[in-house]
Structure formats: C-alpha cells, structure tokens
C-alpha cells in the first residue's frame, strides 16, 4: 500500500501545480492569498508549489501596491516571461499572422504578410520561409524557444501534426510538422485556428473562468467551432470536432464544396466576401444562429464567443444574439451568453502560443522534478 500512497501523493502533486500554474498563467501578478481563492487549494499548499516554480526560475516575485488601508504591499507571483517564448504562424486565407510570444502570454513582436495561395507548393514554402525568418530573430528575445506553432483552417491531427484536408489552402496529409521539425530542430505542434483562438479566450480573454464554452469563428474563410470542455480542448475522435460549417441542415440542399449537399454553409457562403450591414434579413445571420443554436442545445455551455473577421463585428453580434435568445431550447433564456471577442486575430498566436508551452515546455521543465 505504500508505494500506491506515494504514487498517488506524486499524482496529486502534479495537478495541483497545474492548476496553480493555470491560474497564474491567466490572471497574472496574484498573491499567494489570490491564488488560493481562486484555486480552493490551502495555503500551505499554495506556499509549497510556489516555492518550488520560484527556485526554478519559472515564476517571479515582486511588490504590489500599497493597500488602501496603509498595511504591508503583498508579495505578486508572475511567470517569468523571459523563462521560454514559443515561434508562432497562423495560416489563412486572406493572410499569414506571425511572431514570438513569451511565457507571460505576451507578444514579443508580431507581422503579417499577404499569403500566397497561387499553389499548395507556394503556401508551403511561404510558411517555410516564416518559419526560418521568424527563428533568425529569436535571439535578440532572450528567451529560450519551447518549439514551433502553426494553426491553419482544415483538418489536423494534433497527434502527428499532420494536416488531413485543408480546402482552403488545398493541403491534403501533408506532414507539416515532421517536414518542420527536420528543418529547424524544433519540437513543432500543428492545429486547426479556430481551436487556438478557442484556447486563446481561455487564456486571456472572456473565457478565463469558463470550463465550457465554445468559440464560434464566424469569417471569409467559412464558419467553424473551438470546444473547451472541462477546461479542455476537445478535438474529438477523428480530431474533426467543430466542423460547425459543414453540418448538414438541409439533405436535399445545395452542393458545398466539400462534396456533400445541405451543409449549412450553403445557406449563405460565398457570397461573405461582400461588404454587409447585417440587419435581421441578411441570411449570415441566420446561418451563424443555426450553427450556434445546434451546438448550444448539444452541449449547454456556460458562454458562447463569437470571433473571426465578421464575427467579432459588434452589428453581426448584436443580430446573432437577438436570434439565439428567440429560438434557444435553454432556459432559463436570459442566462445564455453570447459575447464578441476582444483579443480580435492576436488571440489565435496568443492561444497557439499557449498550447505550444502545454505541449513542449512545461513537460521539459519539471522532467527530473516529481
């Protein structure tokens, strides 16, 4: 029975330091009292983990302000942003996003360019050359990388970073993240956008204390969902979970361009690319409604956030919501909650940045600590 306590007190340790380093990692500069309120795990608890992450330089200590009350300034915890830095590429179609994001979550620096779709060969090499120009420039950050991240519109198994399908840049089982990884020695992880920019909300945006919610990308380039359940990215068993565009609403519909017939994007793709003012008859609005409608009766979630270049736009929002809050099977309705992004295109690097740590750098730095 004693090795079974010992394995189990190992256990508990390693979830509750991911769970203090959650907190710190979406709120920041937190007191030891903060993160214990916030985590419902002891002091003494709290203490003990933070005292470990600060001798391994993970987190640092600084003085806050002065109480109103003229008491002693509490000691803050922060990630040490300097600790590692991640080498982000987000992929679409009208552009490429790039850059390197510290620890912290902050943007070093960021740039964008126009991406070239000509042919699948191009875009590749386009992202290539990203990729090298963006690690050229990693030593002036100061920064040790963790690795690579790249998210695209499509298909992608986030096991093998292997892009399955991606319509929109015409990829197909291409091994993005080996080709990458032989190129620059650097562990590379690959992921459909819209689960980044999902993860991006978690991390610093409306969805920091939400468990369950889903991010609805509403934009040129089609529609789609991010799945955060119990706190976690849900990808599904074929890594194709959030294929909102391409629910089939109507068997007997038009054809899409996935093959099928009826898919909901059908009621009103392509004709996104015009200028709109979405009033309450224009059939994107509709379409966004159905979709969210669908996986709200599905899966109850605590908060709904609209993103991408269209769903973000406050107009569109306010005429989705008014459609949700008519038709939604929940109740009560006045408790369900749709809201527009605030972190805009910078939440999709900010959450790739964020997966690229979960994935390479966390697991690297507690690799000799139980």
């Not at 020695?185 to 468990?211: I, N, T």
């Not at 990308?217 to 969902?225: E, H, T, Y």
Request: with cysteine.
């Amino acid at each position: 029975m004693k090795p079974k306590r010992t394995a189990d007190s190992a256990l508990a340790k390693k979830l509750n330091r991911a769970v203090v380093i959650d907190c710190i990692e979406k709120y920041g500069a937190l007191s030891r009292a903060d993160i214990a309120r916030l985590t419902m795990l002891s002091p003494s608890t709290v203490s003990s983990i933070v005292a470990e992450l600060v001798d391994l330089g993970i987190v640092l200590e600084s003085k806050g302000t002065a109480a109103s009350s003229g008491g002693r300034r509490p000691i803050l915890l922060d990630l040490n942003a300097s600790a590692s830095c991640a080498a982000v590429v987000d992929v679409q179609v009208s552009r490429v996003l790039y850059g390197v994001v510290d620890l912290a979550g902050k943007p070093i620096w960021t740039a964008k360019e126009e991406v070239d779709l000509s042919s699948p060969e191009a875009t590749f090499h386009q992202v290539f050359q990203i990729v090298a120009k963006t690690l050229a420039r990693l030593p002036r950050t100061g920064a040790p990388a963790a690795g690579i991240g790249v998210s695209i519109p499509g298909i992608v198994d986030t096991n093998t970073g292997t892009v399955i399908k991606s319509t929109r840049l015409k990829w197909k089982e291409l091994p993005l993240a080996n080709r990458l990884e032989q190129e620059f020695s650097l562990p590379v992880y690959v992921d459909r956008d819209v689960r980044a920019a999902a993860w991006g909300e978690r991390l610093y945006g409306l969805a920091r204390s939400a468990d369950d919610f889903v991010y609805g990308m509403v934009g040129k380039g089609g529609l789609g969902a991010g799945l955060i359940l119990g706190g976690r990215s849900y990808v599904g068993a074929r890594m194709q979970a959030g294929e909102l565009g391409h629910m089939t609403v109507d068997i007997h519909g038009k054809e899409c361009s996935c093959g099928n017939t009826g898919c909901l994007v059908t009621l009103t793709y392509p004709a996104i690319d015009e200028v709109r003012r979405y009033n309450e008859k224009d059939p994107i609005i509709d379409c966004a409604a159905i979709g969210i409608l669908n996986l709200m009766n599905l899966l109850d979630p605590e908060l709904v956030v609209l993103g991408g270049d269209i769903g973000q736009e406050p107009a569109f929002v306010e005429q989705v919501e008014k459609e949700v809050q008519e038709r939604t099977f929940l109740t009560p309705r006045k408790n369900v909650r749709l809201v527009a992004s605030q972190l805009g295109e910078i939440g999709i690097v900010l959450g790739l940045a964020g997966l690229v740590f979960d994935k390479f750098y966390w697991k690297r730095a507690f690799g000799n600590v139980g």
